[in-house]
């Protein structure tokens, strides 16, 4: 019996019925979890009291954080996971490493500043985005991923509702706003002003990252109006980054692979 449990009086197993009662009360989940476990490891490695309990508050520390990540995870509404230290830069020797993990320590969002990923299909834009994305969601920031077809559509419907104010303050509040596949298909003028909206609520202020398969002499096709279509690359390019992920698909390349060993 422990020197506390014979001071109050307490057997061990009331003790951990009574430890188990607060951590329910004062919702403690992990140290609840592992509050045997860890006392059994004290005794064993004959911890001192303050350091038995650094070690239960710094888990239930870790534990929380590790479910706010995931919550802003799921709230940044990713289509699946894509984590940077699964991109294959031998498949595309385009992408600097050494870039990306610069880009990975979220300096660019603290700042505020837009990122734009500009290559052809198969050659990991949205790998990088997501897992860009990502990364800011796990250091903290408010993430939104969206298609950009999908985001002037509901602009539109919300400009038709007279909701467009609260949809464009929604879409401004978050760290970081990622655009994919912007430039797939063509916009008309009330679309395009309707993103050109989001973005100047969001400049110099918070992060816009794009990923496009255009490059930015080619938005006229997306952006029919050249002004609107010059303001639109200024706002995404102005105290920036840009990176080339290059024409050739190394999806592409992976299936003729496979295909010539079969």
């Given at each position: ?8 009086g307490?057997?061990?197993?009331a003790?951990e ?11 403690l989940p ?6 045997v476990?860890?006392?059994?490891a004290?005794e ?10 650094a ?11 590790r ?6 995870i ?6 699946r ?12 020797p ?5 870039v ?6 979220c ?12 290559g052809?299909?198969?050659?990991g ?10 990364a ?15 985001l002037v ?16 303050a ?7 706003l990622?655009i ?23 400049e110099?202020?918070?992060?816009v ?14 952006f029919?109006d ?9 706002r ?17 390349a992976?299936?003729r ?6």
């Open positions: 019996m422990s020197i506390i449990t014979q001071r109050r307490l057997t061990e197993q003790a019925a009574a430890v188990d009662q607060a951590c329910r009360a004062l919702r992990t140290l609840r979890a592992r509050f476990d860890a006392a059994d004290a064993r490695q004959q911890l001192t009291y303050r350091g038995f309990l070690e239960l508050l710094m888990a239930e520390c870790d534990e929380r954080d479910r706010r990540s995931e919550r802003r799921r709230a940044a509404g990713f289509p996971d894509k984590w940077l230290q699964e991109f294959d830069y031998d498949a595309n385009n992408i600097n490493p050494a990306i993990n610069t880009l990975a320590t300096a660019w969002v603290r700042n505020g500043e837009p990122l734009c990923l500009i052809d299909s198969g050659t834009k949205s790998h990088l985005l997501i897992g860009l994305g990502a800011a969601a796990m250091a903290g920031y408010r993430v939104r991923y969206v298609l950009a077809a999908k559509n509901e602009l539109v419907e919300a400009a038709d509702d007279k909701q467009l104010t609260k949809t464009i929604r879409y401004g509040r978050v760290d970081l990622c994919d596949e912007l430039g797939y298909m063509e916009l008309d003028r009330r679309g395009a002003e309707l993103l050109f909206q989001v973005l100047t609520e969001r110099e202020k918070n992060s990252a794009i990923a496009s398969n255009e490059s930015f002499s080619g938005w006229t096709k997306t029919t050249p002004r609107l279509c010059a303001a639109i690359v200024d995404l390019t102005f105290g920036g980054n840009i990176i080339q992920t290059g024409t050739d698909s190394y999806r592409l992976r299936t692979t496979q295909l010539a060993a079969q």
